[in-house]
């Protein structure tokens, strides 16, 4: 079972192009990271985003936390051919006794994006 | 500057032969894990350390061991790789700041790319 649902799963834009990533779940999470991952290189950490309705612009890139922290979006304008990446969500589930969880974060499955010149 | 090392970034092994990966860590943080993959998916968690406890995700094959003799050093042992277990391997860390505080964020290693002839 999938925790996080990412979409879509592949995004092929021009360059310029506007874009939107969501990262969905029934769960409540207490903090949700977003990762950009190049091939052949580990993920390298965007943005963290912890409160309810939570939003955080790095340059061109927006990401918001949802109100009810169970749902995140990024958005990218006007899209470069150096924003291609595989773009990850993932989120540390909450819980009054988190138990078997401690420790761990729930990725989504990624969302392939390809922007071209 | 602190980071997650691993290495070999680049490994080859034949088919059925022990291979072992490594990961450092000079972030002094008590959460280590190991992930697995292919190419454009997310990445699959195999298992994680808290402190010394071992946590075995459910999917894991018997095939993948891991052992962390102290806090900054972790090893992936494939004992019998086979060629489905060809893939991308990331260490990761995090502070976990105990049962009732959410997870800090993931720190990935570059990975080792591992190849099975």
């Known amino acids: 079972t999938q925790l996080l649902e990412q979409s879509p799963q592949f995004l092929s834009i021009q360059e310029g192009e506007n874009l939107t990533v969501y990262c969905n779940s029934s769960?409540?999470?207490?903090?949700l990271q977003w990762y950009r991952q190049e091939p052949g290189e580990g993920p390298v950490l965007l943005v963290t985003?912890?409160?309810?309705?939570e939003v955080k612009k790095l340059k061109r890139l927006t990401f918001q936390f949802g109100d009810a922290r169970k749902d995140s979006s990024l958005h990218i304008t006007a899209a470069q051919p150096g924003d291609t990446g595989l773009y990850l969500c993932a989120g540390d589930v909450q819980g009054t006794d988190r138990g078997s969880t401690l420790g761990r974060l729930y990725f989504g499955r990624g969302t392939q994006l390809t922007v071209w010149p | 500057d602190a980071m997650v090392i691993q290495n070999p970034r680049y490994q080859v092994t034949q088919f059925g032969k022990p291979v072992t990966l490594s990961c450092s860590q000079t972030l002094n943080h008590n959460v280590m894990y190991w992930y697995q993959q292919k190419s454009s998916q997310a990445p699959k968690l195999l298992f994680h350390y808290y402190d010394k406890d071992f946590n075995n995700e459910a999917d894991t094959p018997d095939n993948f061991q891991s052992r962390r003799p102290n806090t900054s050093f972790c090893f992936l042992d494939i004992r019998s790789p086979g060629l489905g277990d060809a893939a991308m391997y990331l260490c990761?860390?995090?502070?976990?700041?105990?049962?009732?505080?959410?997870?800090?964020?993931?720190?990935f290693g570059p990975g080792t790319r591992l190849t099975v002839l």
């Open positions: 985003v912890v409160t309810g309705g």
């Open positions: 990761a860390t995090s502070r976990e700041g105990g049962r009732w505080v959410s997870t800090d964020t993931q720190y």
């Open positions: 769960s409540v999470f207490s903090s």
